[in-house]
């Protein structure tokens, strides 16, 4: 990815945007929780002028990730779809004041700085938007599972139907 780096106070100010794609395979904490490194992240990043004058930016990542399910521990494709709006603070106390002025949840307040790298920004995102415990809708071990016994007559069943006869 080439490495964008943008003055973030600046960025919202002049209403900047930046859009790209990016393989998994260059996130390097985005890899440590995927089962391999295959597919990319299309992302944008919009800044613009949020509540009370704050300058804000809109990040949104989509893409396709490889994790492993927590209940059959098998690879699946997890698809990644989720914006953010963040708000910057010049530092930790403006941030903190921010956050109680907006009285917000939807919006994260963060401290921006001059020189921020847009993949990191990107990345984080991408990271949040990961699901704390991964795991199929319905496993595929299961559903074969649930097939099996759906379609199996019970004893008790095949019994009465001799009996009839
Ligand atoms: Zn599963």
Redesign the pocket.
Known sequence: MNAIVIDAFEFCRSNGSHEGVTPVAEMTRLTKDCADTSGTITWKVEGGTGKMGFPQMKLSVAGTVQLV??????P?AHTIDSSTLLMLGKDDQQADEIEEMIDDETIDVIVGSRSMAVADLVEDEALLALPHTP??D?????ALLDKAKSEKISPFDALKGLKSE
């Open positions: 399910c927590q209940r059959c521990l098998t699946y795991k199929h319905v496993c595929p071990d299961s």
